[in-house]
């Protein structure tokens, strides 16, 4: 069986986290992404957060399996030469560069619309156009001005930025959905498109349901929430998810800082966890035996699950709920999923060889076609694919060496 996206050629001008992430998903879908990237330094993640010196950073090597790279000074008439044949030859042109910078290259939308009509020139900002158009986003910026923050914490503590890159890699997600739709549209139309997602709006729409609970709040508490007074805003609810079926986290034996285990009480879970905890009377008690005579004590009823989980671990927890069909799930430190060894066999977390640093373990494509399997390959090395490229270009080594010689590439 061919990639799902063979054919399907991609200039990544993306850098550090929220382009690169989009760009690799596109590589693992069989993608031939080329990573442009500025000579001598090329994507400052390369450098950031560095464990072994003078060797590409995690940071970057975990972003940019599966790609090619090339030098290119876009600042040089040269180069501005080589970037022009790159557009005509490519689908797909990735960037996520700060407001008007591939415009003060010289190449507006319009004009790259000119060299290539087919293009779909697809781009990651901050902000969408408005008052913070020209503003710089980051990571938890994109958390703070999308609803994230303001309602992850818990009640008496201060807003709290959530470990999951919704922001940055968040984005890129919803990024490859929109690249993906254009190039469909592409086989009827014939015609590229811009595509263009802001990192608000992306962790904005991952925070819908918080939207929906504050227009309930205009009727109202939330009871599925523990929090026991209610203003005008959605509050911070600690562990709690808001959602139709309580859950909470509730500490498991030893007592270290990851032993805990999520446990959802749904309606048929209330008797078997009665079981469990050997309150078998709580399941025919009228005033816990329903959903709503729970929701006051909540508190009372995970405090009371509580005091069973913390005489087992939470790999025992678990086995025991899920014997019993009760949805839980134990929290995992990072250093239990790099070796988990289910993660491993299915593909999630991978080792992949680097040259100038050994193995490490990545994660590897989330997405599973049944006939398109893509092996995770190592980043590449800066400019390691310059003369491939450029030779598939049509340069010859003799125009190449002058490239280099003028400072292009």
């Known amino acids: 069986m061919g990639k799902a996206l063979e054919g399907v050629r991609v200039l990544d001008m993306t850098h550090v986290q929220s382009g690169p992430s989009s760009t690799q998903i596109l590589a693992w879908l069989g993608a031939d992404v080329i990573k442009l990237e500025a000579p001598g330094q090329g994507d400052i993640t390369r ?8 060797v590409d950073s995690l940071y970057f ?9 090339i030098t290119l000074n876009m600042k040089n008439p040269r180069g501005k030469e080589v970037f022009t044949r790159l557009v005509s ?5 990735v960037e996520n560069f700060g407001p008007g910078v591939v415009e003060r290259f010289g190449f507006p939308w319009e004009k790259l619309q000119e060299i290539n009509p087919r293009l779909v020139y697809a781009s990651i900002k901050g902000f969408g156009a408005g008052r913070y158009a020209n503003f710089k986003a980051y990571e938890v910026i994109a958390q703070a001005m999308g609803g994230a923050m303001s309602t992850t914490g818990f009640e008496d503590g201060p807003p709290t930025a959530t470990g999951a890159q919704i922001g940055d890699s968040g984005t890129g997600i919803h990024l490859v959905a929109g690249i993906l739709a254009a ?13 263009q997602v802001a990192m608000q709006d992306a962790v904005l729409n991952l925070c819908r349901v918080k939207l929906r ?3 309930r709040l205009a009727h109202g508490p939330l009871g599925e929430y523990p929090n026991e007074n209610f203003g005008d805003e959605v509050p911070r609810s600690g562990n709690a998810s808001g959602g139709g079926q309580p859950g ?9 800082p990851n032993d805990y285990i999520y ?12 079981d469990l905890i050997g309150k078998p009377e709580l399941a025919e008690d009228p005033a816990w035996s329903t959903p709503q005579a729970r929701l006051n004590k909540l508190d009372k009823a995970f405090a009371l699950i509580e005091e069973w989980t913390e005489r087992h671990t939470k790999q025992e927890v678990m086995e025991q709920l899920n014997t019993h069909n009760v949805p839980c799930g134990p929290v995992l430190s990072t250093r239990e999923l790099i070796e988990d060894e289910t993660l491993a066999a299915l593909g999630s977390v991978v080792e992949v060889d680097h040259p100038e640093r050994g193995p490490f373990k990545t994660v590897g494509n989330p997405i599973k076609l049944s006939d398109s399997t893509v092996a995770i390959e190592r980043s590449p090395l800066l400019g390691e694919h310059t003369e491939q490229v450029l030779g598939e270009l049509g340069y010859t080594e003799q125009g190449i060496g002058e490239l280099r010689a003028a400072g292009a590439v």
């Open 61 to 69: 090597t975990m972003l940019n399996a599966n790609k090619r790279s």
């Open 213 to 215: 609970d504050q227009q």
């Open 89 to 93: 030859d490519v689908d797909v042109l």
């Open 263 to 274: 446990v959802i009480i749904q309606p048929v879970g209330w008797k078997p966890i009665c």
């Open 183 to 195: 190039l469909y549209q592409r086989t009827n139309t014939g015609r590229g498109q811009r595509v």
């Open 47 to 54: 450098s950031q957060l560095r464990d072994i010196p003078d």
């Open 248 to 256: 909470w986290a509730v500490r498991c034996a030893p007592g270290g």
